[in-house]
Nanobody, 123 residues
Framework: VQLQASGGGLVQAGGSLRLSCAASKRTSSNNAMGWFRQAPGKEREFVAAISWNGGSLHYDDSVQGRFTISRDNAKNTVYLQMNSLKPEDTAVYYC?????????????????WGQGTQVTVSS
C-alpha cells in the first residue's frame, strides 16, 4: 500500500485547508486510518483517526472541534478538513494505515505512511 498525501500549503491564522490521502490499493479500506503531524524540533503527534467504515472518529484535544476526519472507501481516500487554523498547527502532516482494523494514537500501530505534506499557518 502506498499513501499519497496532498493539500498542504501556507494559510493565515483562522483559515482552512483540506488534506487528502490517497491509497494505492483497496487494502486500506479494511483498516483504520490516521493523521499525525510533526513540527520542527518536536516529536510526531497524533491528530485524528477514523475506523475502517468511518463510523468511529477520534481527535486529539488540540484539534477537537476544528478538524474533521473523513474517508471515502470507494476512492481509497481519507481527508482531514482543518478549520480555524492556528500557528501552532504548523507541521508536516502524515497519513497512515493502521495494522488491522483498530485505530490508535500510537504511531507504532500504523504500518504504512504517506510522505507528508507541509502545513504552515502564519499569524
Amino acid at each position: 500500500v502506498q499513501l499519497q498525501a496532498s493539500g498542504g500549503g501556507l494559510v493565515q491564522a483562522g483559515g482552512s485547508l483540506r488534506l487528502s490521502c490517497a491509497a494505492s490499493k483497496r487494502t486500506s479500506s479494511n483498516n483504520a486510518m490516521g493523521w499525525f503531524r510533526q513540527a520542527p524540533g518536536k516529536e510526531r503527534e497524533f491528530v485524528a483517526a477514523i475506523s475502517w467504515n468511518g463510523g468511529s472518529l477520534h481527535y486529539d484535544d488540540s484539534v477537537q472541534g476544528r478538524f474533521t476526519i473523513s474517508r471515502d472507501n470507494a476512492k481509497n481516500t481519507v481527508y482531514l478538513q482543518m478549520n480555524s487554523l492556528k500557528p501552532e498547527d504548523t507541521a508536516v502532516y502524515y497519513c497512515a494505515t493502521s495494522i488491522g482494523s483498530s485505530w490508535s494514537i500510537d504511531g507504532n500501530r500504523y504500518k504504512y505512511w504517506g510522505q507528508g505534506t507541509q502545513v504552515t499557518v502564519s499569524s
